[in-house]
């Protein structure tokens, strides 16, 4: 799943589109310092066993803007640790440093999101513009280059985001650009995402990319699914599937959990109607089993959520966001 930047001219609607976030983000943090308060050590949902790098969230806001960076705050106080942002790479140079340093500054780690086929087709230097204005470089090559030379040494750096739910008919282009990034930076860790709705889909999904990651795993979205017997508990069976073929590749674990409707994603409309009111969100209890479920069933390195972008575009985006920090059960930041 991912979203499209659309830039528009400076308008007083477009002041008032920016006062509006404003506004929702400091309701979300009072929002966060409520449950904060309610998960004590005591009364945390649950006992989660350390993941080696916590929790993250999925993001998508171009870095620039002071709301952009306010986001990541916001996540930190609640306990989140590790952000991929779809449209980390709009930004100017000046703009993804500053990204990665308020990132630094509230204890969160940045998965640099290069899962767009930009890279691998050859016109991410085209894509990014505002980005590769201050390349000095003519090709993708070099830009590449110079989006890694610029993150690297940088302490809130985990790693790269290098696929999403790819085809493996894209296998080869996808290893000859993660190659070249483990080449640039062998130190980060390669992250890579596919997917799969039934545990006998897991392996087919991760095996073609097991050579272009260090970090493999699917995320899962079995809320709404009423084509998917007993969705939720089925978590288990994906996280054992994931465990498997991690093991076998002599990889680390990954998973990506649901904290969104599927009523915001057209290709989901087959499942009910009336669309998308009849796709209801996760409840606590459900996003908490699928976490309590894939803990229990492989020895995961990260867990991430999707998405908080589309907490933000909710009904109730106050309850959303409380009720994802109650089932994560992420320490308070």
Same mark, same amino acid.
């Given at each position: ?53 916590? $929790?993250?969230? #999925? ?5 620039? &803007? ?19 942002? #779809? ?16 990132? $630094?500054?509230? /204890? ?29 470089? +003519?090709?993708?090559? !070099? ?17 790269? =985001?290098? !696929? ?18 483990? $080449? ?6 390669? %992250?890579?995402? !596919?997917?799969?709705?039934? &545990?006998? /889909?897991?392996?087919?999904? %991760? ?50 959990? +649901?904290?969104?409707?599927? !009523? ?16 209801? #969100? ?5 996003? $908490? ?10 020895? %995961?390195?990260?867990?991430?959520? =999707?998405? #908080? ?23 308070? /930041?």
């Amino acid at each position: 799943m991912g979203n499209k930047v659309t830039h528009f001219r400076w308008s007083s609607k477009r002041a008032w589109q920016y006062l509006s976030l404003a506004l929702l983000i400091i309701v979300l943090v009072l929002a966060t310092l409520q449950v904060r308060h309610l998960l004590s050590d005591k009364q945390r949902v649950g006992d989660i066993p350390e993941l080696p790098d916590g $929790q993250g969230l #999925y993001e998508s806001c171009a870095p620039g &803007p002071q709301d952009c960076l306010d986001r990541l705050h916001q996540m930190a106080l609640a306990g989140f640790k590790l952000v991929v942002n #779809y449209d980390q790479f709009f930004g100017s140079a000046r703009d993804e440093l500053d990204y990665a340093d308020k990132a $630094q500054a509230s /204890g969160i780690k940045i998965i640099w999101a290069m899962n767009s086929s930009a890279f691998w087709k050859g016109n991410a230097f085209q894509k990014y513009a505002k980005l590769a204005a201050t390349c000095n470089c +003519q090709d993708n090559v !070099g830009f590449i280059r110079y989006v890694v030379n610029m993150v690297r040494n940088h302490p809130a750096t985990w790693g790269y =985001y290098i !696929g999403d739910e790819a085809d493996s008919s894209q296998h080869t282009q996808i290893k000859h650009f993660t190659d070249f990034l483990k $080449q640039l930076d062998p130190t980060h860790p390669r %992250l890579y995402i !596919g997917s799969a709705a039934f &545990p006998a /889909g897991v392996a087919p999904a %991760l095996s073609p990319f097991e050579d272009t990651a260090d970090v493999l795993g699917t995320d899962y979205y079995p809320v709404g699914r009423t084509d998917i017997p007993n969705a939720v508990n089925a978590t288990a069976a994906i996280a054992r599937a994931i465990q498997a073929a991690t093991i076998q590749n002599n990889k680390q674990a990954a998973v990506v959990l +649901q904290a969104t409707s599927l !009523g915001h994603y057209m290709s989901y409309k087959y499942l009910c109607d009336p669309f998308p009111s009849c796709v209801p #969100y996760p409840t606590v209890d459900q996003m $908490q089993l699928m976490r309590d479920l894939s803990l229990k069933n492989a020895h %995961l390195r990260i867990i991430l959520w =999707y998405s #908080y972008f589309d907490i933000l575009k909710a009904d109730n985006p106050f309850q959303r966001w409380e009720n994802l920090i109650k089932a994560a059960g992420t320490p308070p /930041g």
